[in-house]
Antibody, heavy 120, light 113 residues
């Protein structure tokens, strides 16, 4: 059974960089037609797709976040990561890593999510 | 403000059927068949119910079905059950002037009466 688990700091200061890692178990993240991505959900609000990476390393980003986002992968460790620079309070959210099924933003397996708060 | 419009709430009695609408534009729902629906229970991650407008992933109940007409997609839940009470989100691929992304609706809270 495929499992995804987010890890990283739960508190980030304004203007700093948010970094999260997703560890995948139960399957390889390479040699497949799937995508590996990040989504977020501010407290009490809806979902937002952040970006994804394909098996070949091609990245796809939400245009509204593209200038601040980097998604990368380490296939040897079955991990992929998110970097979001210059964070503000509006970046406070539960961050989910997920597997894209057939397309980068349609996700069939999700991690449990991790709350990241941006505050000084 | 979300890109796709969903009703804030829908309710129904056990055994009944309900339909949740998701209205977008020709740049998203109306232009592509990459429409998905998710169910989110409180404190949990979303669960994919429908992808590519009307396809169910393995393990998802037949009681959930999706369709699309023009710029509006719909999720129908038949034979309502108590554990169907949750938030439901639609999502669509969008492309406009050489930029593409995935957008979500604001969510619909389903209440079982």
């Amino acid at each position: 059974q495929l499992q995804l688990q987010e890890s990283g700091p739960g508190l980030v200061k304004p203007s700093e960089t948010l970094s999260l890692t997703c560890s995948v178990s139960g399957d390889s993240i390479s040699g497949t037609t799937y995508f590996w991505g990040w989504l977020r959900q501010p407290p009490g609000q809806g979902l937002e797709w952040i970006g994804s990476i394909s098996d070949s390393g091609k990245t796809y980003y939400n245009p509204s976040l593209k200038s601040r986002v980097t998604v990368s992968s380490d296939t040897s460790r079955s991990q992929f990561s998110l970097r979001l620079t210059s964070v503000t309070a509006s970046d406070t959210a539960v961050y989910y890593c997920a597997r894209g099924y057939g397309s980068p933003g349609i996700c069939d397996y999700w991690g449990r999510g991790t709350l990241v708060t941006v505050s000084s | 403000q979300s890109d796709l419009t969903q009703p804030a709430s829908v309710s129904g009695s056990p055994g009944q059927s309900i339909t949740i609408s998701c209205t977008g534009s020709s740049s998203d729902v109306g232009g592509y068949n990459y429409v998905a629906w998710y169910q989110q229970q409180p404190g949990k991650a979303p669960k994919l119910l429908i992808y590519d407008v009307s396809n169910r992933p393995s393990g998802v109940s037949y009681r959930f079905s999706g369709s699309k007409s023009g710029n509006t997609a719909s999720l129908t839940i038949s034979g309502l059950q108590a554990d169907d009470e949750a938030d439901y989100y639609c999502s669509s691929y969008t492309s406009y002037r050489s930029t593409s992304s995935y957008v979500f609706g604001s969510g619909t809270k389903v209440t079982i009466l």
